[in-house]
């Protein structure tokens, strides 16, 4: 799938300017609170988002 930048006037026209803004929202997260009150672990972690693509597609497949 190809990919570009876009600027957020460019991302408004097309996703609308409440969905622009979200996306250029720079939104860190944790899993931290999640294992710490539930006990949460995950079943299994990856480094790069690129190693999940293939284990998110078997998974919907």
Do not use: K
């Not at 609308?16 to 250029?24: E, H, K, S």
């Not at 720079?26 to 690129?50: C, F, H, I, K």
């Not at 998110?56 to 497949?61: K, Y």
């Amino acid at each position: 799938m190809p990919v570009a930048s876009a600027s957020r006037e460019q991302a408004s026209a097309i996703w609308g300017p409440f969905f622009a803004m979200l996306l250029a929202l720079d939104n860190r997260m944790s899993n931290e609170r999640a294992r710490g009150e539930l006990g949460w672990q995950p079943y299994r972690t990856t480094r790069r988002l690129e190693d999940d693509i293939p284990l998110i597609a078997a998974r919907l497949a």
